[in-house]
């Protein structure tokens, strides 16, 4: 009888060093591609939170116009809170039109509606916090809405250096998004402008 003996050959499988730093190189090329996708990503969403929140504080502060005999508040001036004798800067006070519920925002309030997410550092003072500052314009020369002629083009909110007014000599706008600024205007619409602005030097800064 005769007894056949198989031979089992045994293959190992496995990357050599060449082609794990092939795999390696690969993976580094397809991530030096998406990051800056992921990030533009990001920023956009960031950009689309920025000016769903200037809408709803520049409609807000039309809304205080309204209740005022259509003068806007004062970036300067502090506001008596009805019945607890207490002064608080506008960003609180328009609280009560945002908010919808008759109460001053807070700064967690204000962090979650008038600070852009791309704002690192959006804090004022007396504890306030907004991204969002007023027309110098509109403010210095004590405009009521009715006297702008060309709402749609005039400048009524826009992303500041801590929320200053906007305009005058220190003009402190902040590019935030894409070297571009969200900018709303006293019509209430809100647009992103690319960098540089138009020289904000006149009494109300029209738009072209």
Same mark, same amino acid.
Request: charged share 20%.
């Given at each position: 009888?005769?007894?056949?003996?198989?031979?089992?050959?045994?293959?190992?499988?496995?990357?050599?060093?060449?082609?794990?730093?092939?795999?390696? /190189?690969?993976?580094?090329?397809?991530?030096?591609? =998406?990051?800056?996708?992921?990030? +533009?990503?990001?920023?956009?969403?960031?950009?689309?939170?920025? /000016?769903?929140?200037?809408?709803?504080?520049?409609?807000?502060?039309? @809304?205080?116009?309204?209740?005022?005999?259509?003068? =806007?508040?004062?970036?300067? !001036?502090?506001?008596?809170?009805?019945?607890?004798? +207490?002064?608080?800067?506008?960003?609180?006070?328009?609280?009560?039109?945002?908010?919808?519920? !008759?109460? =001053? /925002?807070?700064?967690?309030?204000?962090?979650? @509606?008038?600070?852009?997410?791309?704002? !690192?550092?959006?804090? =004022?003072?007396?504890?306030?916090?907004?991204?969002?500052?007023?027309?110098?314009?509109?403010?210095?020369?004590?405009?009521?809405?009715?006297?702008?002629?060309?709402?749609?083009?005039?400048?009524?909110?826009?992303?500041?250096?801590?929320?200053?007014?906007?305009?005058?000599?220190?003009?402190?706008?902040?590019?935030?998004?894409?070297?571009?600024?969200?900018?709303?205007?006293?019509?209430?619409?809100?647009?992103?402008?690319?960098?540089?602005?138009?020289?904000?030097?006149?009494?109300?800064?029209?738009?072209?």
């Amino acid at each position: 009888m005769i007894i056949k003996h198989e031979r089992h050959s045994r293959t190992t499988t496995g990357f050599t060093l060449i082609e794990l730093l092939v795999v390696i /190189a690969i993976i580094a090329i397809l991530a030096s591609i =998406l990051f800056p996708v992921f990030s +533009q990503a990001r920023e956009k969403a960031r950009q689309a939170t920025c /000016a769903s929140n200037l809408r709803q504080v520049a409609m807000s502060v039309r @809304m205080y116009a309204e209740d005022n005999d259509e003068y =806007l508040p004062s970036a300067a !001036k502090q506001y008596r809170v009805p019945n607890s004798g +207490q002064n608080v800067y506008w960003p609180s006070y328009i609280g009560y039109y945002y908010l919808g519920s !008759k109460r =001053l /925002a807070t700064s967690k309030d204000q962090r979650y @509606m008038q600070a852009c997410p791309s704002d !690192k550092d959006p804090s =004022l003072s007396a504890g306030t916090v907004s991204t969002y500052g007023l027309n110098v314009y509109l403010n210095l020369y004590y405009t009521p809405l009715t006297d702008i002629e060309r709402p749609t083009e005039t400048l009524l909110l826009a992303e500041a250096d801590g929320g200053r007014e906007v305009g005058g000599s220190s003009n402190p706008v902040i590019y935030l998004h894409s070297s571009g600024v969200n900018i709303a205007f006293v019509d209430g619409h809100v647009t992103w402008m690319r960098e540089p602005l138009p020289d904000i030097s006149n009494d109300l800064w029209h738009v072209p």
